[in-house]
């Protein structure tokens, strides 16, 4: 993953730690929609004096003491695409406090998105191979993959929730595809959260759409012929 924001390879202090989380916050929250970390290179203004008076300090020291401003914005990245046991995005600001931010779960979810991004092309391939395998499965055809069929998740989204397929194939297909607004749901509630986390987390992952368009075609015309791949030669 390239990325053109704020990220030197330095230590900071905790202070600055802090200003990072909050500007990644602000990005995910639903409460500041007018908030664009990347718009912003990370900057926000924040009192001093009112972050002196926080009871969490502790935890923002730790943190500057163990990474760099860039892994500390990959971290916080990696924690606010992630979920709750309930499937619920914690990209919603209330659903995240400061004292998870230390907890061996969270530490996971960070190694995990390392661990994504350092093979993507890789994954997607991977990925988009188990997506086509379950719309033949389901007897779907390619663009009713990408869409609700009867108020329900489209199978893309139903694969990610459930951690068949990350989160970064479903976005690299929504930069190709432009699947996400037009999907129709009935559910008010977690829709929006889920939409807006995909949308936030699309600027942050830099691909070269042409090369991943290209892998797709490929894929459908080499290994699903019959089933799909005919439909790009018409």
Same mark, same amino acid.
């Given at each position: 993953?390239?990325? #053109?924001?704020?990220?030197?390879?330095?230590?900071?202090?905790?202070?600055?730690?802090?200003?990072?989380?909050?500007?990644?916050?602000? $990005?995910?929250?639903?409460?500041?929609?007018?908030?664009?970390?990347?718009?912003?290179?990370?900057?926000?203004?924040?009192?001093?004096?009112?972050?002196?008076?926080?009871?969490?300090?502790?935890?923002?020291?730790?943190?500057?003491?163990?990474?760099?401003?860039?892994?500390?914005?990959?971290?916080?990245?990696?924690?606010?695409?992630?979920?709750?046991? $309930?499937?619920?995005?914690?990209?919603?600001?209330?659903?995240?406090?400061?004292?998870?931010?230390?907890?061996?779960?969270?530490?996971?979810?960070?190694?995990?998105?390392?661990?994504?991004?350092?093979?993507?092309?890789?994954?997607?391939?991977?990925?988009?191979?188990?997506?086509?395998?379950?719309?033949?499965?389901?007897?779907?055809?390619?663009?009713?993959?990408?869409?609700?069929?009867?108020? #329900?998740?489209?199978?893309?989204?139903?694969?990610?929730?459930?951690?068949?397929?990350?989160?970064?194939?479903?976005?690299?297909?929504?930069?190709?595809?432009?699947?996400?607004?037009?999907?129709?749901?009935?559910?008010?509630?977690?829709?929006?959260?889920?939409?807006?986390?995909?949308?936030?987390?699309?600027?942050?992952?830099?691909?070269?759409?042409?090369?991943?368009?290209?892998?797709?075609?490929?894929?459908?015309?080499?290994?699903?012929?019959?089933?799909?791949?005919?439909?790009?030669?018409?």
């Amino acid at each position: 993953m390239r990325s #053109d924001l704020v990220m030197a390879s330095r230590k900071m202090d905790d202070f600055e730690c802090y200003k990072i989380f909050i500007a990644m916050k602000s $990005h995910f929250s639903t409460k500041n929609d007018a908030y664009d970390y990347i718009k912003y290179r990370g900057k926000i203004t924040i009192r001093q004096d009112s972050y002196m008076k926080r009871k969490d300090r502790n935890i923002f020291r730790d943190l500057s003491k163990k990474y760099t401003r860039k892994e500390l914005e990959e971290y916080f990245l990696s924690v606010f695409l992630s979920s709750n046991e $309930h499937g619920t995005a914690i990209a919603r600001g209330e659903f995240l406090s400061s004292a998870e931010l230390l907890s061996e779960e969270t530490q996971d979810y960070y190694k995990l998105w390392k661990t994504r991004n350092q093979s993507l092309s890789y994954l997607f391939e991977d990925d988009f191979r188990k997506i086509i395998d379950s719309a033949i499965d389901n007897r779907l055809s390619f663009n009713e993959i990408f869409k609700s069929l009867g108020g #329900d998740y489209p199978l893309i989204m139903q694969m990610e929730r459930r951690g068949i397929i990350s989160i970064e194939t479903l976005v690299i297909l929504d930069k190709i595809l432009d699947f996400l607004e037009d999907v129709k749901m009935r559910d008010t509630i977690y829709w929006p959260i889920y939409k807006r986390k995909c949308k936030k987390y699309s600027g942050f992952l830099v691909i070269n759409s042409k090369s991943y368009t290209k892998k797709v075609k490929e894929i459908l015309l080499d290994d699903y012929y019959e089933e799909y791949g005919k439909l790009l030669e018409k």
